[in-house]
């Protein structure tokens, strides 16, 4: 008993310290630096540009570098500026799609649900990311993974004043859960 | 549409849906049909509605639209067939990963054929600024009022055969308006933002049978012209007639001409605010009898200028910025320094008079008299009436063989009418009195 009272007495310094480094380096990642919100947007920008959209319209080993280069700008940014919410929601699902474009499914579901995990303020994000990853979920016949996402979407998002696409999205989610069992017909 | 900044991505051909739902048909897409503009220039938010022809096929159809390179508003994005409206439906709203900042519309239609439908959102990045040319007749009693306005379009999209509306007056719901679109970053607000914009914009039958009229028009050469309406607390202006706006660039578009507009040009000399030179303004009234009062009048730059010769050899006046101008209010417009009018202020005399002294043979009171003599020049070939304006201070009192007005406590004005080519002399004598010699 004394021994664990000792034990308990010298664990607290360091229990206080870390619990003092946690808080410091959670109020450091989210709290904004405004300095990193125009090189965020240039680098999403540049990358979007130059590199994600036209994979949309390159073949073969082009596209798939142009993917790989497109992965490599958005993680960048997450690395560089954790801080700015939106760009990083933003690069967050980007990185998804691309994920999701290179065939790597698992991958890219945890990259699209890590946007609501991170970025929860970022409604316009979260609701595109969990409608991708439902719908490539459901598309690769995982209904019952895509259902958990149709479900999120119309908790979250199921309200009188949205917007008309919010209201498309909600009600195809609706469909979905309703005709799960006709997945493939 | 500019390349890499498609709006609607056409395709034409079958699909088979992966899951969930049967074949879907992707719809061939035609350019724009019509394409128009409300901008609302005090919360850098304009809505766009688009129509197209399309041909849908029976069951399921897929439309692609992609905000890339733009700054348009994808959660404001809305379709509406226009016609067969109950029996197109949208189903589904998809990201698809393929292409970035892209949705995808599948959309069920009970009937094969074309569909008229249209598609509105908000993009920011367009702008719009009223500008005015005034044209006084020799004499400067009349004026012809040109009003323009400039759209610049700095969106990333290209618009084609455009009609433009221009919304102008600042209200409380204006305002809510910008204050929401300020805080574009926060989705959630999005929604009342478009909600209320739409709502505001669409709750008039008059606004629909305008429209109809200007759409109507069919004669894509006639000059653009600017139809307003009473819109509660502001006003909506259409411009008649199409133009095509690419993104970077300004288009000018005439608003108005109003002829005959009875003006006052006069001039003002008051040293405190504008030193030594007389400054010219033009003055009249937004209101019927001045053949304007139709509609409020945006704020601007103004152009004035004056025929000088029977077959209008026109000179150029000044220029200077308005603000807006409410209906039945006048406008004076500061137009700047004309050298052909002149203001020569002279101190003629000085004195020192009425020197008192304390008990202890110090100055108590004393009192001031200068002698002031004006030497007015009028250099035109027109009558010109000037508004002198003195400023004192102290306790002053004021002689002169000239008739004069106290405007207040402080300031005292001389209202004069030269004729062409006339010199007249002005001038006062003041008293201001100091210390014990002060009587008010």
């Known amino acids: 008993m004394e021994s664990m009272s000792r034990n308990n007495f010298a664990a607290f310094p360091g229990f206080l310290v870390g619990l003092v480094i946690t808080i410091l380096l959670t109020s450091c990642a989210t709290a904004p630096n405004p300095a990193h919100a125009k090189p965020a947007k240039s680098l999403f920008e540049f990358t979007a540009h130059e590199y994600h959209f036209p994979s949309a319209f390159a073949t073969g080993t082009e596209r798939d570098r142009l993917l790989a280069e497109a992965a490599t700008g958005y993680e960048r940014l997450l690395r560089k500026y954790p801080d700015q919410d939106d760009w990083c929601a933003k690069a967050l699902r980007s990185l998804g799609n691309i994920r999701a474009e290179q065939g790597q499914l698992d991958v890219a579901v945890k990259l699209y649900a890590s946007v609501a995990e991170k970025h929860p303020r970022q409604n316009w994000e979260v609701l595109q990311a969990w409608k991708t990853v439902a719908d490539l979920l459901w598309d690769a016949g995982r209904t019952d993974e895509a259902k958990k996402f149709y479900q999120r979407i119309i908790t979250r998002f199921d309200k009188p004043d949205v917007a008309d696409v919010v209201k498309s999205v909600v009600r195809a989610a609706r469909w979905h859960l309703a005709n799960g069992g006709n997945a493939n017909s | ?440």
Request: negative net charge; glycine residues 6%; charged residues 25%.
């Open chain 2, 1 to 440: 549409m500019s390349p890499g900044k498609a709006l609607l991505l056409a395709a034409g051909c079958w699909l088979l849906a992966s899951a969930g739902y049967a074949r879907i048909n992707v719809v061939t897409l035609p350019d724009r049909d019509t394409v128009q503009l409300t901008i609302y220039n005090s919360a850098d938010l304009t809505m766009v509605k688009e129509t197209r022809h399309l041909t849908f096929r029976k069951g399921l159809n897929k439309l692609e639209f992609s905000w890339a390179n733009t700054l348009i508003d994808p959660t404001s994005v809305e379709f509406h067939a226009l016609t067969h409206a109950d029996q197109v439906d949208v189903l589904d709203v998809r990201f698809p990963p393929r292409v970035t900042n892209t949705l995808e519309w599948h959309i069920n239609s009970e009937v094969a054929g074309e569909i008229v439908c249209e598609i509105r959102y908000f993009t920011s990045g367009i702008t719009w600024s009223a500008d005015y040319v005034a044209e006084a007749d020799k004499t400067e009693k009349l004026l012809t009022l040109a009003g323009n306005v400039r759209v610049t379009n700095n969106s990333g999209e290209d618009y084609e055969n455009t009609q433009v509306r221009l919304v102008v007056g600042v209200i409380r719901l204006v305002e809510e308006i910008a204050t929401l679109a300020r805080q574009r970053g926060q989705r959630t607000d999005k929604d009342r933002l478009f909600n209320a914009f739409k709502a505001e914009i669409d709750r008039r039958g008059s606004y629909k049978t305008k429209e109809l009229g200007v759409l109507c028009l069919g004669d894509e050469q006639a000059p653009a012209e600017i139809i307003k309406e009473g819109v509660s607390e502001y006003f909506l202006y259409t411009v008649a007639g199409r133009d095509t706006i690419p993104t970077g660039w300004s288009k000018r578009l005439p608003s108005f001409q109003t002829n005959n507009v009875p003006v006052t040009s006069y001039y003002k000399f008051e040293k405190e605010q504008w030193g030594d030179a007389a400054i010219r303004f033009y003055k009249f009234k937004n209101d019927k009898p001045s053949n304007l009062g139709a509609e409020p009048l945006p704020d601007g730059d103004v152009k004035a200028f004056r025929a000088v010769t029977a077959d209008k050899l026109w000179t150029f006046v000044g220029a200077t910025n308005v603000k807006y101008i409410p209906i039945g209010e006048a406008v004076e417009l500061e137009l700047g320094e004309d050298r052909d009018v002149k203001v020569q202020p002279t101190l003629m005399d000085w004195q020192k008079l009425d020197i008192r002294f304390d008990e202890w043979g110090n100055v108590a009171g004393w009192t001031i008299k200068e002698t002031w003599q004006f030497e007015v020049q009028n250099s035109k070939d027109i009558d010109v009436e000037l508004d002198i304006r003195r400023n004192f201070e102290g306790d002053w009192s004021m002689d002169s063989a000239t008739k004069f007005a106290k405007l207040d406590a402080h300031k005292v004005h001389y209202g004069l009418l030269l004729k062409p080519r006339e010199k007249q002399t002005v001038g006062y004598e003041l008293t201001t009195r100091y210390g014990i010699n002060v009587t008010k």
